[in-house]
């Protein structure tokens, strides 16, 4: 199977439950790459300060950061090819880069948080969990 990389700008901590402001997006995200993973599919977190060499090797990623800087995160691969740059997708659109099946409309999300609770718990969550 072919492995979806997600190379996250820096921060602390990927899940979005970081620091006092909490980043509603970066929750989607980490629920919406979970669900990924519960349907098969092999994801992986690069983060750019904590594995910086692996931007630098990567010549896509090392393109993106030349031509946009670290706006140009985060950077999506599937495999060996770029599919977005500068954005978190969104779950309909992972599925459909991945091949996984997506209903619009349905209401599946991740059962848990990084922190091992619910998902819609960790939301609420003002302090780090990382």
């Not at 990389?5 to 620091?19: K, L, Q």
């Not at 599925?95 to 091992?116: N, Q, R």
Request: aromatic share 4%.
């Amino acid at each position: 199977m072919t492995t979806l990389t997600v190379y996250d700008p820096a921060m602390c901590c990927s899940t979005g439950i970081c620091g006092p402001d909490i980043d509603p997006h970066l929750v989607q995200f980490a629920a919406d790459l979970d669900w990924l993973a519960e349907r098969g599919v092999e994801v992986k977190r690069i983060n750019l300060s904590q594995e910086p060499v692996l931007f630098a090797e990567n010549e896509s990623v090392k393109a993106v950061l030349e031509k946009s800087g670290v706006e140009g995160l985060p950077v999506i691969m599937l495999g060996d090819t770029l599919q977005t740059s500068g954005q978190y997708p969104v779950r309909e659109k992972l599925a459909k880069m991945t091949g996984v099946e997506f209903k619009a409309g349905a209401t599946e999300t991740a059962s848990t948080s990084c922190c091992g609770g619910d998902a819609a718990e960790s939301e609420k969550v003002s302090s780090s969990c990382c």
